[in-house]
């Protein structure tokens, strides 16, 4: 580099960069230097026309060019000589591609160092005198090369061809010079050569192997060897390579070997896909076990192999076997579901596909297993039909709700009118018309619940002393549950009362009972306490769903089969039952779990397998009165108040208007909305309430009552329905109607809303 001047081209608009470079490469080398500076990409193209460079320093943003465009411009014209991209330290990301496109190096303003300057340019000489040496030997090789079959090159350390001759068939050197592999050729074997060469270029060791190439027409393969290219220094400046086709006497053995590895592949995909998939020949021994097989019948392949299948997988052969066989051997394929147990026992249902493989001559030889697990899409798809049966349930229950509830309004106040009537009836008959009086009771109970359950319906809530819902339940239990089961109540005697829908709790308690009784096939003792609790800041922290404060715990234990320890954490899932088919929805402690949440409490559940289970259901406590109960109130008389009653159904009338007329009241009846408005036109003055059901035929109950209140906006209303979905209930507080009786109601019910009403005492 001292002997000779280095001709640099600088291309760069800022002056002040320029003699900064300038001064540089005075500091560190006394070598002459002949550096020729240009501002604009035009001007760098004119001197390359006319001049020879050794380097060139390329500013990539000139004020004729920006960006990459710039060194595409450059590195277009003169490929062979090598370009070093000065960038911004922002732009440095722009430099590092064009170094991926061909630049030899770059450099960052700011960064740039005399000594890193120098070393850059050396390379680039050196570079550009091992290229003059492979130039002036290029014409020996094509001499020796001109009448032989071998592709030889060169290519830099970029594995960019600088040199080729004798091309294969199909290519031209203008096709390949300034390339690298994956431009001209596939992507695979792009990579294949390039691995190849790389490591020659790391390791500086030549190699000899065998390759292809494979174009749209056919493959072709070769006998490959690449040497290290060194320059005058012994360095590694690329690598020079030697190709003879040998595809005519490698075609037979590739084929093969593709065939071999066909194989292979298609071995491996039977052991990663996620069906079973295993072969038994005609005598139903299995000959291929696959890995998806191991996995979901648990048997490893060699335990398999050799194995009968029915022996294997079934605990005894279904009749379906031999038909399944008969028709895969007829037709040459079948399908259909079956059910197999695994290794462990457990039972595997599978969607199962079976193929007959036959020998070249057409004989049937085995025969190929397809099984894909559909255990759990058919529990799904069980769980979708259970909840669609429960959504035509809760469909059909809104459909009869009212008219049943209709039917026990009238049954219901007759049975408390009967009393009134006959004041001095026998006690046996006064014991009748008592069990007649809880018996309708308990069917409106009924209806309120499987509204509740199966619509949504929400009951009203009030506070109310657990120990009458306990009390309800154990009367269920003593007349329903089987004798052989044993019933324990402790309650204590000064229980705190909750805030909560009754008909709600009454059921969750029935849930965790029921589920207690079936839990005892062969008898036990289910028992039920109550006790008051304070929860402490400590318990809150153990326990996520715990506030610290009052608590009613309600606990249900049996002695029953207990709950296996890898199940209990998923006995509130929906759907999740371990009964038998047709014996439980897996909803019941789904709903218990959701009504407990909605008020505000948590449950815990503590069990063992052969020792029973125990539910403790915490309610929070509150410290306010408990609300009468129906049975608490007295009744009250009017004082000759005029009611109008509308209803459709007679019987509801008729039983409506002698209850008001013993208690000292007068009615008007009318049979729908338009009635009900003519009746009160002409008795507005003397009608002091409207009794009035929100399912007329007509006129609806609620567009009556809109038409009542235009006519007089004081109108005194209280509206009843046998359903009472929230949506009504906040339609009817939004017309002002704070007085709701959910039918059937009892006529103590009737007389205190009617009192509340008249005396302007409205309750939400």
Not at 120 to 136: D, G, H, K, N, W
Not at 673 to 698: F, T
Request: with cysteine.
């Amino acid at each position: 580099m001292a002997d000779q001047p280095i001709l640099v081209l600088l291309v760069e608009d800022n002056p002040g960069d320029v003699l900064l470079l300038q001064e540089f490469l005075l500091d560190v080398t006394s070598s002459e230097i002949n550096l020729k500076a240009v501002e604009c990409i035009e001007e760098a193209l004119n001197c390359l026309e006319k001049e020879s460079f050794d380097v060139i320093l390329l500013d990539l943003s000139l004020p004729d060019s920006q960006g990459l465009e710039t060194f595409v411009k450059i590195h277009r014209q003169v490929p062979a000589i090598p370009i070093i991209v000065i960038t911004g330290l922002d732009d440095e990301t722009l430099a590092t591609t064009a170094v991926q496109q061909g630049a030899q190096d770059y450099l960052v303003k700011g960064q740039v160092s005399g000594d890193l300057l120098v070393r850059s340019m050396r390379y680039a000489i050196e570079r550009q005198r091992a290229e003059v040496a492979l130039r002036q030997s290029e014409e020996r090789f094509r001499v020796a090369l001109k009448n032989s079959p071998i592709f030889v090159f060169n290519q830099d350390r970029d594995l960019r061809y600088t040199w080729v001759y004798n091309p294969p068939m199909g290519w031209t050197v203008e096709n390949i010079l300034g390339k690298q592999d994956s431009d001209i050729i596939l992507e695979e074997d792009a990579q294949r050569l390039t691995a190849i060469k790389r490591r020659v270029l790391a390791s500086g060791i030549g190699t000899r192997e065998e390759v292809s190439t494979t174009t749209e027409k056919e493959t072709r393969y070769y006998d490959l060897t690449i040497e290290p290219l060194r320059n005058e220094s012994q360095q590694v400046i690329g690598v020079t390579g030697a190709s003879i086709d040998i595809s005519e006497r490698q075609t037979a053995l590739r084929q093969r070997q593709v065939a071999e590895e066909t194989i292979r592949e298609q071995a491996a995909l039977l052991d990663i896909t996620t069906d079973a998939i295993f072969v038994r020949d005609l005598d139903n021994r299995i000959l291929f076990w696959n890995k998806s097989a191991e996995y979901l019948y648990g048997w490893q392949a060699e335990e398999a192999v050799g194995k009968i299948v029915t022996e294997l997988l079934y605990n005894e052969s279904p009749p379906e076997i031999e038909a399944a066989i008969f028709t895969v051997v007829a037709q040459g394929k079948w399908q259909g579901e079956l059910s197999k147990v695994s290794k462990a026992g457990k039972e595997i249902l599978v969607e199962s596909r079976w193929t007959l493989v036959c020998d070249e001559t057409g004989k049937p030889k085995s025969i190929l297993t397809v099984d894909t697990d559909i255990t759990e899409k058919k529990q799904l798809q069980g769980q979708l039909f259970r909840a669609q049966r429960l959504e035509s349930i809760g469909t059909l229950a809104s459909g009869i709700a009212h008219d049943l509830n209709n039917i026990l309004t009238p049954i219901l106040a007759v049975a408390q009118l009967l009393p009134l009537k006959f004041p001095n009836v026998y006690e046996e008959d006064d014991r009748l018309l008592t069990i007649l009086e809880d018996s309708a009771k308990r069917g409106a109970d009924l209806v309120k619940q499987v509204l509740s359950f199966a619509r949504g319906v929400e009951g009203k809530r009030m506070t109310l002393q657990p120990r009458h819902l306990i009390r309800e339940v154990a009367k269920i239990i003593k007349e329903t549950f089987p004798k052989s089961m044993e019933l324990s109540i402790d309650v204590s005697q000064n229980l705190w009362t909750v805030y909560g829908d009754s008909t709600q709790l009454h059921q969750v308690l029935m849930n965790l009972c029921v589920n207690a009784r079936d839990a005892m096939p062969d008898g036990g003792t289910l028992s039920i306490s109550a006790e008051n609790l304070f929860i402490d800041e400590n318990y809150s922290r153990m326990n996520l769903e715990a506030k610290s404060g009052p608590y009613t715990v309600i606990t249900v234990t049996d002695t029953g089969i207990g709950i296996p320890k890898e199940i209990i954490d998923r006995i509130f899932e929906p759907f999740f039952t371990t009964k038998e088919l047709g014996k439980g929805t897996g909803l019941g402690l789904s709903t218990a779990i959701g009504i407990i949440k909605s008020h505000g409490g948590f449950v815990n559940v503590y069990s063992q397998v052969g020792s029973g289970t125990r539910f403790q259901v915490y309610l929070p406590a509150v410290q306010e009165m408990e609300i009468q109960t129906e049975e608490d109130l007295t009744p009250l008389n009017g004082s000759g108040e005029l009611i109008l009653v509308v209803d459709d159904e007679t019987f509801i009338q008729d039983t409506i208007k002698t209850s008001l007329t013993i208690h000292n009241y007068k009615t008007l009846i009318a049979s729908d909305g338009i009635e009900a408005i003519a009746l009160y036109v002409e008795h507005q003055n003397e009608i002091s309430a409207v009794l009035i059901d929100m399912m007329l035929p007509v006129l609806d109950g609620f567009t009556t009552i809109r038409t009542l209140q235009k006519i007089n906006p004081q109108v005194k209303v209280i509206a009843t329905s046998g359903l009472t979905p929230s949506s009504k209930l906040a339609a009817l507080t939004n017309i002002h109607v704070k007085t709701f009786l959910s039918k059937p109601y009892t006529v103590k019910e009737l007389l205190h809303s009617l009192h509340k009403v008249l005396s302007g005492n409205y309750f939400q």
